[in-house]
């Protein structure tokens, strides 16, 4: 059975930094592609980072680049999102998936797993 499971949200004020973690099990996580998402209250989901089953390619919504930075430990079987400059806009709650090598990355519907979500909130 396929788990993904999030942690490291919470409450920060804007300005300030979080770490998500994604602890995979279940599935061989090196050969799948990882992204994240986020949905805030009222809206729909939106993608905010992926990263290629190597590590060596990532990709970013525009709103989020040069502020958060996506990576992964294959050893591990964890991909993580480090989130910097907060604003309150940020705040969601924050999915990590798995989705087959070659996806097209910003779109939801192409990833196979998903996790439960954790939730971030921003405080101006």
């Known amino acids: 059975q396929v788990q993904l499971v999030e942690s490291g949200g919470g409450l920060v004020q804007a300005g300030g930094s979080l770490r998500l973690s994604c602890a995979a099990s279940?599935?061989?996580?090196?050969?799948?592609?990882m992204g994240w998402f986020r949905q805030a209250p009222g809206k729909e989901r939106e993608f905010v980072a992926a990263?290629?089953?190597?590590?060596?390619?990532?990709y970013y919504a525009d709103s989020m680049k040069g502020r958060f930075t996506i990576s992964r430990d294959n050893a591990k079987n964890t991909v993580y999102l480090q989130m910097n400059s907060l604003k309150p806009e940020d705040a969601g709650v924050y999915y990590c998936?798995?989705?087959?090598?070659?996806?097209?990355?910003?779109?939801?519907?192409?990833?196979?797993?998903w996790g439960q979500g954790t939730q971030v909130t921003v405080s101006s």
């Open positions: 279940g599935l061989t996580f090196s050969l799948y592609t």
């Open positions: 998936a798995a989705g087959s090598r070659g996806i097209v990355v910003r779109t939801a519907d192409n990833y196979r797993y």
């Open positions: 990263i290629s089953w190597s590590g060596t390619n990532t």
